[in-house]
Structures are given as structure tokens and as C-alpha cells.
């Protein structure tokens, strides 16, 4: 057996046809819409072929007096629909053109009659598969609808033309972010989502515990199985000193030894039920305490544990003895804002280079916006110019004066300088400028929307508003730390030199009231073998909300999670 081919299943023959090896998808019995609609000539060259396709009805409608239909579907391999055409009598048409009803369905290609804008339409003589939609209850038809209604239909959201395009922006994206880095010498590393270190030091982390679980479960349990009474555990210990002195008296009666055996054997017995007993009068519900202060010895992993809000700390453990490194994952913060920027769940791309500085950071960084910005161009052009067409005209033309323009470079205090110059001028912003303020996000979009026109990178911070492990300057004042700031959205990139220099960091966690303890691992990166580097972090649905246009985050994550929200 081992060495035979498994010849096709008939079926499996069948389905090849003539769809040819560019239409037919490697694992599923159909020809991907954008196989067919995507190529340049819109599909025109394959009439003639015969192919199965699939997807859902976009937009049906009954014709020659319900003698055919047309059928818009889509799959969502591309933004483009294919037009498929059903006669009345190979199918039920009143079923068949219902918005949202998935359709698997066979028959020939065709070059639609002139002056239609499809240059190709599937003629279909077999209905494979009819999955009915009741129009009466279907919560996504047709009519447009607003991203803050689809908000409420997470589920289902995806098969509107918006969703499903940043879907395929947003894997774009991620692949973009593998291959810049795949191709820069990076090695990818994971980092884990369970933390015990803050690496903001700002203490809005999701806590991971199980001491709420086993505490509720203990309380079941005692409700069902009661705790010992002060009776009952007199009485245990009752019983072991009454064991105790039968086997004391059969050893003094030098008694045989199979009944000093058996008498020793009672007196375990006793002793483990009163252990049992003595344990289980120790049990209290609720969550444990010691000191008056929860007990975090008994929780799972025996010390306080959260959700991650960066990996940084930990892949720079990696960059300090494989070079350059990078980790993608999810990131959370249990910070309360209902703003369009935050989200409770969200992805970093954070990069750790080793042997390099600040400006081989802002190189890095520059170099990694670009690439993403022509990826898209290059490769999801279709799906930009439909977010042009239904979000915001500018998106293409965004892209492309990013991906072909030097970041303009300026020191914080110079940014400052020209806020405050603006100031002077007569422009408002509702934060006051000085020197000293961690820029808001108006100040950040007057620097590259208004001043500049063009991305900027703002460095050197003062070391107040920024974290423990950016580089101090020789000013003492000031980190060498960066932002990345964009049109429409403000800062996309957050980066910095790391501080290698042992007794400086140590100074930097007193300053800022952070304990040692759960440092010190980071800590021995600068005791043994120390080095410079330098690393960054994009927000990953910041990036999409600045390819496409769209106004609110909850829109460019397939399952937002944000205070009172956590669907599916």
C-alpha cells in the first residue's frame, strides 16, 4: 500500500473540467471570484472555460418576467462580484437572489453583450448548493450601512464591501510585516501574551488569575460539603490518641506482631483523616488573604500575573544574543476610554536591533512604513481604491506621497518651538504648549498635516514623559527616544535607543517608583555582556487606520474588544 498513488475520486476528476490551473483553488471545488474577475482583462480571455464558483449574493434580481436571474456574488477573495446568470429552470429564482443567500454553482464563462460594464459573466447550468437566507430577519441587506450599526452585528459584518476589504488590507499589512523584516535578517519571536512585568510602568493591565475561579468554586463546595465542625475535629484527634494507646498497649503486652501491624495500620488511617480534617477546617471562602492583602502565593502561578501591553521587554532578551529580532502578537490595556483611538485589545509589531542607535531606529522604522505604504500599491490596489470610493478619496494619494517622500526629522524641543510659534499666530489647540508635555494627538497632526505635509520623526523627549529603558542624553534632560507622526492619525511609531548602561537603568526604575524585584532579569541583560540597541513599536490597527481612511479603530480589528464590549 505504501508505495500507491491514490487515484482521484471521480468527483475530484470531474470538478477539474477545464477550469485550468490558474482558476482553480488548490484545496476547495471552485474557481476564486478574483481568479476569474481580477485578471487584466478583467476576465474576458476565459469565455468559453467551464468552472464552478461560490460566495454569497451580493444583489439578485428577477428578470423577463422571472424567466432568469442576476446574481452579484462575491467570496471574498476581491472586492469585484462576479455576475452569474440562473435560468428559471435550473433553479428556484425567488430563493436564489435574496442578499446574503451562498450559492455554489456550475457552468460556462461568457463575454456579456456590449456595453455592460462586466467583461465576463458565468452562464450557470448546475446549482450545487443553495444556503437560504430569510431577508425578513437578515440583519446586513443590501442598503448601506454604518460601520457603528455593524458594530452590533460583528459576526456577520465581514460580508459588507468595507469590512471585507480592510480584512484584506489588513492581511496585506501583516504579510508586508513579515516580509520587510524576513527580508532585513530579523527572526521572528513570540513572546507571551501572560506577563509579570509592566513594561509601560503604567499599571492599566488586565490582570490573569484564577483565585475569583477557585474561590467561587470552594464556595460551592463547602455549601454542598460543609467544613468540619470544632466537634469533628476533637473527635478526629480523639481517635488517633485512642489508636495511639492500642498500639502502646499491645507493644507493652509484647503482643504477636500481626496485631501490633494491624493496630499501627488503624493509627495512620486516623492520623490522615484528621490531616483531611484539619485541612479542610482551614478552608474559608472567599479569596485568600495573608496580612490583609490578597494572597497572590496561592494564585496559579504563585505571584501576580497579567495581560502583556508590549513584548518589548521580553524580545529584547533575544536581540541581546541573536542581533536583530522582531515579535507581531496581541497587546492589551485596561485603560477606560471610549475614544476612536483605543482599543482593550490591539496589535504591536516591535522590532529589537542590536549593535544600533537612534538613528538606525528611525532608519529602520522610515524604511518599515515605506515598504508597508508601496506594499499596498503594489499589491491591494483594488481594495485601496475601494476605500478611496466609500471612506476617504485621499487614501491612495496618502500612500503613495508616504512611500516616496523623506520623514522630515526634528528634535522635541524644535517640535515644540514651532507649536509654539503657531500658538503666537493665532492657532488654538485645547492642551497648552510647552516644554515638558507628552504632544497630543492635536499637536502631533498640526506637525505632519499642517506644518510639514509629510510624515515626521520627533526625538529626544524629555525623560519625565517617557519610559525607564530609553537611553538617557548626555544632557541628563532628555531620552533618545522617537516618534513617528502621520497624517490622520498622529503617531503610528513609539521607539527608542535602550538604555545599556547598568547603574544608569537601575536609577531609572528607582526614579520612577518601579520595584527592582521583577526587573532583575532585565536587568542581567546589562550585567552580562551588555549592548547598545534600539528598538520600536507600530500599532498595528493604527497603520490600517492610516492606509484606509477610516475614522474609528473598532472598525480595522475583525473582533474589537473595548470597555462593555467583548463580542464573540
Known amino acids: 500500500m505504501g508505495d500507491q498513488a491514490t487515484p482521484p475520486a471521480p468527483e475530484l476528476a470531474e ?14 471545488d471552485r474557481a476564486p471570484v478574483r481568479s476569474i474577475v481580477c485578471r487584466p482583462d478583467g476576465g474576458a480571455g476565459l469565455a468559453g472555460q467551464r468552472v464552478r464558483a461560490g460566495g454569497w449574493v451580493k444583489t439578485g434580481r428577477e428578470q423577463g418576467k422571472g424567466s432568469f436571474a442576476f446574481l452579484e456574488v462575491n467570496d471574498g477573495s476581491c472586492p469585484a462580484n462576479l455576475q452569474v446568470i440562473v435560468d428559471a429552470g435550473v433553479a428556484d429564482l425567488s430563493t436564489l437572489v435574496q ?30 448548493h443553495v444556503g437560504p437566507t430569510d431577508p425578513a430577519s437578515y440583519p446586513i441587506p443590501k442598503t448601506k450601512l454604518s460601520l457603528e450599526f455593524l458594530r452590533d452585528h460583528i459576526h456577520l459584518r465581514a460580508r459588507t464591501n468595507t469590512i471585507s476589504a480592510v480584512a484584506r488590507i489588513r492581511n496585506a499589512l501583516a504579510f508586508a510585516t513579515h516580509s520587510f523584516f524576513q527580508e532585513h535578517g530579523f527572526l521572528y519571536v513570540h513572546t507571551p501574551i501572560i506577563t509579570t512585568s509592566d513594561c509601560e510602568g503604567a499599571g492599566e493591565m488586565f490582570q490573569a488569575t484564577t483565585l475569583i475561579s477557585e474561590a467561587e468554586k470552594l464556595e460551592k463546595e463547602l455549601i454542598l460539603n460543609p467544613p468540619p465542625t470544632e466537634a469533628d475535629l476533637e473527635a478526629a484527634k480523639l481517635t488517633v490518641g485512642e489508636k495511639g494507646n492500642i498500639v502502646s498497649q499491645l507493644k507493652d503486652a509484647k503482643a504477636n506482631k500481626e496485631e501490633i501491624s494491624a493496630s499501627v495500620a488503624d493509627l495512620k488511617i486516623a492520623k490522615e483523616n484528621l490531616s483531611r480534617v484539619e485541612e479542610r477546617a482551614k478552608l474559608k471562602p472567599g479569596i485568600p488573604k495573608k496580612d490583609g492583602k490578597i494572597d497572590y502565593g496561592q494564585d496559579f502561578f504563585s505571584r501576580q500575573a497579567f495581560l502583556t501591553v508590549s513584548g518589548q521587554l521580553q524580545v529584547e532578551t533575544y536581540a541581546c544574543a541573536v542581533s536583530s529580532v522582531y515579535t507581531f502578537g496581541p497587546t492589551f490595556r485596561a485603560e477606560h476610554s471610549h475614544t476612536s483611538r483605543h482599543l482593550a485589545e490591539f496589535w504591536m509589531v516591535e522590532p529589537e536591533i542590536a549593535f544600533a542607535d537612534l538613528q538606525d531606529d528611525m532608519n529602520c522604522a522610515e524604511a518599515y512604513v515605506k515598504y508597508m505604504c508601496q506594499w499596498l500599491l503594489n499589491k ?45 499666530g493665532g492657532k488654538e489647540f485645547e492642551k497648552n504648549v510647552e516644554w515638558g508635555i507628552d504632544l ?16 515626521v520623526i520627533v526625538y529626544n523627549y524629555p525623560k519625565g514623559i517617557k519610559a525607564f529603558y530609553m537611553r538617557l542624553n548626555d544632557d541628563s534632560k532628555t531620552v533618545a527616544a522617537m516618534d513617528i507622526l502621520v497624517p490622520k492619525v498622529g503617531e503610528l511609531i513609539g521607539g527608542s535607543q535602550r538604555e545599556e548602561r547598568y547603574e544608569v537603568i537601575q536609577q531609572r526604575i528607582a526614579e520612577m517608583g518601579l520595584p527592582l ?52
Not at 107 to 124: A, D, M, S
Not at 395 to 413: A, G, K, Q
Open 15 to 28: 470538478m477539474a473540467i477545464s477550469d485550468g490551473p490558474s482558476l482553480k483553488h488548490p484545496f476547495s
Open 380 to 424: 491591494c490596489f483594488d481594495d485601496m481604491e475601494l476605500m478611496a470610493k466609500l471612506d476617504d478619496k485621499g487614501c491612495i494619494d496618502r500612500l503613495r506621497m508616504v512611500s516616496s517622500t523623506p520623514f522630515e526629522r526634528i528634535s522635541y524641543t524644535e517640535a515644540v518651538q514651532l507649536l509654539e510659534e503657531a500658538v503666537r
Open 517 to 568: 524585584e521583577p526587573y532583575e532579569w532585565y536587568l542581567d541583560l546589562r550585567r552580562y555582556g551588555t549592548v547598545k540597541h534600539c528598538g520600536f513599536g507600530l500599532g498595528f490597527e493604527r497603520m490600517i487606520l492610516f492606509a484606509t481612511g477610516i475614522d474609528n479603530i473598532r472598525d480595522v480589528i475583525p473582533f474589537p474588544r473595548y470597555p462593555g464590549r467583548a463580542d464573540l
Open 440 to 455: 497630543a494627538s492635536e499637536h502631533e497632526r498640526y506637525l505632519t498635516e499642517d506644518i510639514f505635509k509629510k510624515p
Open 99 to 128: 442578499t446574503g443567500t451562498c450559492v455554489l454553482v456550475e457552468g460556462l464563462l461568457k463575454v456579456p453583450p456590449e456595453g455592460t460594464k462586466q467583461k465576463i459573466e458565468l452562464r450557470v447550468d448546475k446549482v450545487l
